[in-house]
């Protein structure tokens, strides 16, 4: 289990995770988030991933070991569906930030759709996309996120916020 935690304000409160291996070793992998400081867990996989990979238990199995799951379905290489409900997403983040809560998101590689949600959450705390994105990449191990529309996404979102 891979946790990449990303320097931020408060150490050890962002991360973007790997994706948890399903079926049975599902409770396994995400025990081991726990243990590491996970308490709020966002997959970004659409319902086909989810079934394809194993996880369409993952929010069952969260509650289960004491993590909260959320799920914000986005495509592969894709993006956000919506600004609106996006940014939402992002506020909600924050709030669990706010209380102390340290949180992972995972997409299938944990490149593309992760990134654009962590960077757009650093953008929230006033990081530049820029920043964030050297952020990302120097926990990932590499450059994120994985295509310019992505990177692009998040900096419209980032003006969005006066960033």
Avoid at 132 to 159: C, D, H, I, S, Y
Wanted: hydrophobic share 40%; aromatic share 6%; charged share 20%.
């Amino acid at each position: 289990m891979n946790i990449y935690w990303v320097e931020s304000a408060v150490p050890k409160s962002m991360a973007i995770v790997a994706r948890p291996r399903g079926n049975g070793s599902l409770e396994d992998e995400l025990l081991a988030m726990r243990r590491e400081g996970i308490d709020v867990l966002v997959s970004l996989l659409t319902t086909t991933e989810q079934q394809d990979l194993g996880l369409s238990l993952e929010g069952e199995t969260c509650e289960k070991v004491g993590i909260e799951y959320m799920n914000f379905p986005i495509t592969d290489h894709g993006l956000p569906a919506s600004h609106q409900e996006f940014a939402l997403l992002v506020e909600q983040l924050q709030k669990k930030l706010d209380d102390g809560k340290h949180i992972g998101a995972h997409c299938f590689a944990c490149i593309g759709r992760s990134s654009v949600l962590m960077a757009s959450l650093m953008c929230a705390q006033g990081t530049t996309p820029h920043d964030a994105f050297l952020r990302l990449g120097t926990a990932r191990g590499f450059p994120v996120p994985e295509t310019l529309q992505q990177m692009k996404w998040v900096e419209q979102f980032a003006r969005s916020l006066g960033i």
